[in-house]
C-alpha cells in the first residue's frame, strides 16, 4: 500500500509542478505586478488600495481554489474506488475479517492492494485530463 500511496502522491506533485511552472508563476507574477502598482499612487486611500490589491488576487485565489476542487475530487474518486475494493473482497471471502485466519488475512491484504493498486494506476491516469481542464480555464 505505501508503494501505491508514493506513486499516487509523485504523480500528483509532479502534475501540480508542472501547473505551477506553466500557469501559476505567471498568474502570480501578474498579480505581484499589479498589487505593486496599486500601491504606487500615495494619494490613494488605504481602502482603494486594499480593493485594489484584493482586485490583483482574485486570478490567483481562483486558479488555487479550482486547483484544489480538481485534487479534492480525484481523492474522493480514489477513496470511493478504495471503499469499493475493500466492499467487494467482503462479499467474496466473508462480512468478517477480523475472524480470518492468517492466511485468509494475507489473501485478503494482497487482493485489496492489488485492487487499490489499479484504482490508484486508473486516477493516475486521470491527472493529464485535470491538467488540460486547468490550463484551459480563464482566471
Request: proline residues 1%.
Amino acid at each position: 500500500m505505501d508503494e501505491t500511496q508514493r506513486r499516487v502522491k509523485e504523480a500528483v506533485d509532479n502534475m501540480i509542478d508542472d501547473v505551477d511552472k506553466s500557469h501559476l508563476r505567471d498568474l502570480q507574477k501578474n498579480m505581484f505586478t499589479c498589487s505593486a502598482k496599486c500601491c504606487e499612487d500615495k494619494k490613494s486611500s488605504r481602502e482603494v488600495v486594499e480593493k485594489c490589491v484584493d482586485l490583483c488576487n482574485s486570478g490567483m485565489k481562483k486558479a488555487q481554489a479550482t486547483l484544489e476542487q480538481e485534487l479534492g475530487a480525484l481523492q474522493n474518486q480514489l477513496s470511493h474506488c478504495a471503499m469499493k475494493c475493500y466492499d467487494n473482497l467482503v462479499r467474496e471471502q466473508g462480512v468478517e475479517p477480523n475472524k480470518f485466519t492468517d492466511a485468509q488475512m494475507l489473501s485478503f491484504n494482497e487482493k485489496l492492494n492489488k485492487c487499490v493498486a489499479i484504482c490508484a494506476d486508473d486516477h493516475i491516469k486521470l491527472l493529464p485530463e485535470i491538467k488540460k481542464r486547468f490550463a484551459t480555464q480563464k482566471f
